[in-house]
T-cell receptor, first 109, second 113 residues
């Protein structure tokens, strides 16, 4: 199985940059996914890293280092609508996800 | 757009009742999953299925069972509901080609009294 650790909460102002770290201990690790969940909403897929390095999708980027068992999600040019919970999830070769406990991002004006 | 629907948004049941939660996806996905979400614990996998009539236990299967008679439908069954099963239940689906991307339903908030 896998276990993933991420901070419980991060607070930042609009326009700032936030980095959410995720460390994992795994067996059968295949890649790292990130999901966003607004209060009362369903989790939605943000990004996936199968290989080491940086993946960029608009204002969001995700990074993976397999040698360090570490990844992060970078949120740039923070907007109020980015206030949400963000989950890292380890993927195995069958597509099964093991989620971290989630990081609540609070964006203040 | 992928759509995953769940039969109820809110449900209130009594201890000992049998509870059925239904999930339907319209994108012909092979894989379907049931999670429960509790504060501070993230999403925990209860059961999953990679094909019709096929099921595998997740991390917390105790007290639950599932049924997948048709590809688009995955049901979660609480045989005898208990108060510790009060939670948010989320269904998800994914395709075999892009297994890292799961599409979630809106969730069912279940309260067991």
């Amino acid at each position: 199985g896998q276990s993933l650790e991420q901070p419980s909460e991060v607070t930042a102002v609009e326009g700032a940059i936030v980095q959410i770290n995720c460390t994992y201990q795994t067996s059968g690790f295949y890649g790292l996914s990130w999901y966003q969940q607004h209060d009362g909403g369903a989790p939605t897929f943000l990004s996936y890293n199968a290989l080491d390095g940086l993946e960029e999708t608009g204002r969001f980027s995700s990074f993976l280092s397999r040698s360090d068992s570490y990844g992060y999600l970078l949120l740039q040019e923070l907007q109020m609508k980015d206030s949400a919970s963000y989950f890292c999830a380890g993927t195995d070769s069958w597509g099964k996800l093991q989620f971290g406990a989630g990081t609540q991002v609070v964006v203040t004006p | 757009d992928v759509k995953v629907t769940q039969s109820s948004r809110y449900l209130v049941k009594r201890t000992g009742e049998k509870v059925f939660l239904e999930c339907v996806q319209d994108m012909d996905h092979e894989n379907m999953f049931w999670y429960r979400q509790d504060p501070g614990l993230g999403l925990r996998l209860i059961y999953f299925s990679y094909d019709v009539k096929m099921k595998e236990k997740g991390d917390i299967p105790e007290g639950y069972s599932v049924s997948r008679e048709k590809k688009e439908r995955f049901s979660l069954i609480l045989e005898s509901a208990s108060t510790n099963q009060t939670s948010m239940y989320l269904c998800a689906s994914s395709s075999r080609d892009r297994q890292e991307t799961q599409y979630f339903g809106p969730g069912t908030r279940l309260l067991v009294l």
